[in-house]
């Protein structure tokens, strides 16, 4: 998934609020930048829930490899 100005998406938490702990889809960039990329993760879809695990795993398995 693209953001609005083009570069991959990444999975966020929000962390304030009334939806604190729910997980969208976001630029990278963010907070420095003027993209407003926004979509909320909805976890009554199963398979978009499965799909957002996933690439937090990969994430998590490319910083172990970076970091090594």
């Known amino acids: 998934m693209k953001c609005n100005c ?3 998406a990444v ?3 929000i962390r ?3 939806n604190a702990g729910s997980k969208f889809y ?3 960039l963010l907070p420095d930048t003027k993209c407003e990329m926004f979509k909320l993760i909805d976890g009554s879809n199963f398979a978009e829930e499965l799909q957002s695990q996933l690439l937090e795993m ?3 398995e490319k910083f172990k490899d970076d970091k090594i």
């Open 6 to 8: 083009g570069n991959d």
């Open 58 to 60: 990969e994430v998590v």
């Open 11 to 13: 999975i966020r938490t």
């Open 16 to 18: 304030n609020g009334p």
């Open 26 to 28: 976001g630029c990278p």
